[in-house]
């Protein structure tokens, strides 16, 4: 069922056109989730259409959002959807926050693998 989400959550960001998108599994080293999934957006309008995107898609395939971290203003969103957690930042903030570095032990996984 989370690569399922994952896949889901990860097209919703591409029809957005988010900016490297990125796909880390990381349930082999966390209980928090099965997988993070890492965007950005170019601007704060867009940022706002990743997230509602996101937020239209996963309801329509059937799954609620369990939290949300952040609002319409906010330079990082989080989606909490359990076993899938989605993370869309503008870019200055994932750069400094590099999530890719902290869970640097997690595995990168490219959307074609997902359909698998």
């Known amino acids: 069922m ?16 988010g900016e490297d998108i990125r796909i880390l599994e990381i349930g082999h080293i966390s209980i928090m989730a099965d997988y993070f999934i ?16 996101v937020q239209e898609k996963m309801n329509q395939a059937g799954y609620q959002v369990k939290r949300i971290e952040g609002n319409r203003n906010s330079s990082w969103v989080l989606l909490d959807y359990g076993d899938v ?19 640097s032990d997690g595995k990168v996984v490219s959307p074609e693998a997902l359909n698998s």
């Open 2 to 17: 989370s690569r399922e989400m994952a896949k889901i959550v990860y097209q919703a960001l591409d029809e957005k056109k």
């Open 38 to 53: 890492i965007a950005n957006g170019g601007s704060q309008p867009q940022i706002n259409a990743l997230m509602e995107n």
């Open 85 to 103: 957690v989605v993370h869309v930042f503008n870019r200055e903030d994932r750069l400094f926050y590099d999530l890719e570095r902290i869970w």
